[in-house]
């Protein structure tokens, strides 16, 4: 009789452990205001509650770790939350899925729960479905999506690598603004700068400052700019200077178009063929490669020939 009642004590007691564990505890991650948002724990394998002192009391969460706050969700092998000070601390496979939108790892992460600004270190990678950051040092807003490096970084969208010392990205409109050291690497152009703007989503850059451009036979100069990576169209301004092995092209407005193989200068242009000993100034010049014509207005156009030039 007693082996009976020792049985059913023994089901009861593993219903009533099996009932609490599967109770959804939540956690108040910022101190008492009118926008109070919460922390609520979805996994763990073990969860404590740890008293540091009268004032500090500390939750910690290890295996398989998972929380959320509002729609971000903040996974890893460990986590600590502070409840007073409204701060959280990833250890190990951190892992943040921020709406669904953009996903962010790394090794450790710090997140200030009142301010939902995540600071993340070692192996960081953020992921937007169209490019991905790397660094070891990345401070992410998850409230305004804006996440920042300062300590060397890169950004790869398919074969396009952007490196620099520091970088701002925002990731509602996809910009990525580069600083310091700013060096872009594409199978077509290899681009050198101090600042540069980039869209992952259009594979659009954004010329700010004084780059240099290495093409496949030639350099260009310029100091802004836009030029499309997918459709190959570039308009440049600020007396941007295009050479190849015998063509120099210089102006305040040039625009080119890889497909169609044409450059048209526009404002104080001058185009200078060495192989045709060709000079050609004015203001509105269109140089169609492909059917080798050049079509200008308002110019000067100088043809040498032998010992003597002849000016038009």
Known sequence: MSKTKSIIFLILFLGLVQFCFSQVQTYQLTPNTDTIRVIQIINAT?????TVNDSTVLETLAGNAKVSQGNTILEGDSIVIDKRLGIAEVFGNVHINDADTVNTYAQYLKYIGNTQIAYLKNKVRL????????????EYNLKTGIATYKNGGKVINDKTVLTSNEATYYSDTKDAFFKNNVHLVDPKYNMVTDSLRYNTAFKNVYFISKTNIKTGNG?????SGTYNLSTGEAIFFDKTIIRDSSRYISGNKVAFDEKSNSIQIEDNGKFVDS????IVLGNQILIDKKHST????????????ERESICI
């Not at 992921?127 to 990345?138: I, N, R």
């Not at 350099?219 to 100091?223: E, F, H, L, R």
């Not at 192989?275 to 060709?278: M, S």
């Not at 050049?294 to 020939?305: A, D, Q, T």
């Open 127 to 138: 992921s937007d479905g169209k490019a991905q950051l790397f660094t070891d040092d990345l």
């Open 219 to 223: 350099t260009i100069d310029t100091k």
């Open 294 to 305: 050049i079509v200008f207005e308002s110019i000067k156009f100088i043809l040498y020939r």
């Open 46 to 50: 073990s969860l404590r509650q740890i």
């Open 275 to 278: 192989a045709n000993k060709v």
